[in-house]
C-alpha cells in the first residue's frame, strides 16, 4: 500500500470515527500495511471493525493497521471456508503449485465463487463398518451380556460378596479395601486365561481333608513315639 492509497484508506475511516487525515499519518500507515493491497477487502475491513459493538459500552472506537489486517484476514478466510481446488489436468501438472495458488487467491478475493457447501466424500462405508452398521436397531435376541470390567474388579468377590465394578469390603464394617481379595484376584486371572473361577466349597473341602490328614499323622506319630518309649528299659534307683 502506497502513502496515497494509505490516504484513500484514511479518508474512508474518517468517515466513521471523524479523525483528520495527514502526511504523517498516511506514511506510517503505508508502512504498516505495506504488503496488504488497497482492495475492496481493505474497505470491507474498516466496515466489518466499526460494526463491531466495543468491548466496553460507550467505548469509542478507533481503527489501527493491525485492525485491518486482521479483518481483511477473516474476510478472505471465510470465502476459502469449502475451497477445493479445481484441477484441468492430470496429476503430472508440472503448474499444478501455480494453478492451485490462483485459484486460491481468486477465491478469497471474491473473483472466483467457491462452494457454498462443505465436500462430501462419496462411496459407501468400508465393509467392515456396514457389516457393524448392520445391527444397529436390531433386538438382540437372549439376555443381553454384561459388560464386564478388567482385573479383579471386573468378578464377583466370593469372600466379601461385593458385586463386579465394586471395590472388596472389610468385615461386616462395609469399609471398602485398598485390594481386592487373593480370591477374587485369582478369579479375575483364571477369567483372562478362560478358566472357571474356583470352586470354593471344594478347595474348603480339600483343604479340610489336608487338616485331617496332618492330624491322623501327628496321632500316629505320637502313639510310635509313646510305644517306642514303654518299650524302653528302666534303670533300679539305687
Known sequence: MTPADAGKLLAHCAMY??????????????????????????????????????????????????????????IRRERLANFVFESTSDDDDPFWLSRYRAQLDAVASGRMPGPSQAPALEGGPHPSIADELAGVGREVPGEVAKVRRAGPLGQHCPVCDAPAGRPCRIGTSGRERR????????????????????????????????????????????????????????????
Open 17 to 74: 470515527d471523524n479523525r483528520q487525515p495527514s502526511r504523517a499519518a498516511n506514511m506510517a500507515w503505508s508502512v504498516a500495511l505495506k504488503d496488504v493491497p488497497l482492495d475492496q477487502d481493505a474497505f470491507d475491513a474498516v466496515a466489518r471493525f466499526y460494526s463491531t459493538p466495543p468491548a466496553r459500552p460507550g467505548e469509542r472506537l478507533w481503527i489501527q493497521p493491525h485492525d485491518v489486517v486482521t479483518h481483511r484476514k477473516d
Open 179 to 238: 485390594r481386592a481379595h487373593d480370591l477374587r484376584a485369582e478369579n479375575a486371572k483364571r477369567a483372562a486365561a478362560g478358566l472357571p473361577p474356583v470352586d470354593v466349597a471344594a478347595r474348603e473341602a480339600a483343604k479340610q481333608e489336608e487338616i485331617e490328614k496332618r492330624r491322623e499323622a501327628s496321632r500316629l506319630a505320637l502313639e510310635n513315639y509313646r510305644a517306642r518309649a514303654e518299650a524302653m528299659p528302666t534303670e533300679d534307683a539305687s
